[in-house]
């Protein structure tokens, strides 16, 4: 069974910090890209951050580049989103998802990758 286990998020002031972690299983991991996108309330999904094990590429969006960082522990099947700096505009409920397109291409599949876990509120104060 495909899991996707997001945890870590919460509210935080701006310019504070959250680390989130997407636990996987029922795949393998290395055969996938892994990322993260979000949608916030009225708005579409935005594909956030990508990471590639078999080659380490990674991409971010333009609205989080400097700010947030993207990892990975393949002995644990999990991808981790550092989160610095953060602003309202970063509201939203963040999920993980896996895919077979490339790192680079993330932002243009966000919006129609498969949702399999519930996802994690990260809510930034003003």
């Known amino acids: 069974e495909v899991q996707f286990v997001e945890s870590g998020g919460g509210l935080v002031q701006a310019g504070g910090s959250l680390r989130l972690s997407c636990a996987t299983s029922?795949?393998?991991?290395?055969?996938?890209?892994i990322g993260w996108f979000r949608q916030a309330p009225g708005k579409g999904r935005e594909g956030v951050s990508c990471?590639?094990?078999?080659?380490?590429?990674?991409y971010y969006a333009d609205s989080v580049k400097g700010r947030f960082t993207i990892s990975s522990d393949n002995a644990k099947n999990t991808v981790y989103l550092q989160m610095n700096s953060l602003k309202p505009d970063d509201t939203a409920v963040y999920h993980c998802?896996?895919?077979?397109?490339?790192?680079?291409?993330?932002?243009?599949?966000?919006?129609?990758?498969?949702?399999w876990g519930q996802g994690t509120l990260v809510t930034v104060s003003s």
């Open positions: 029922g795949f393998t991991f290395d055969d996938y890209v």
């Open positions: 998802a896996a895919s077979s397109v490339p790192c680079h291409v993330w932002g243009e599949v966000a919006p129609y990758l498969e949702v």
């Open positions: 990471i590639s094990s078999s080659d380490g590429s990674t």
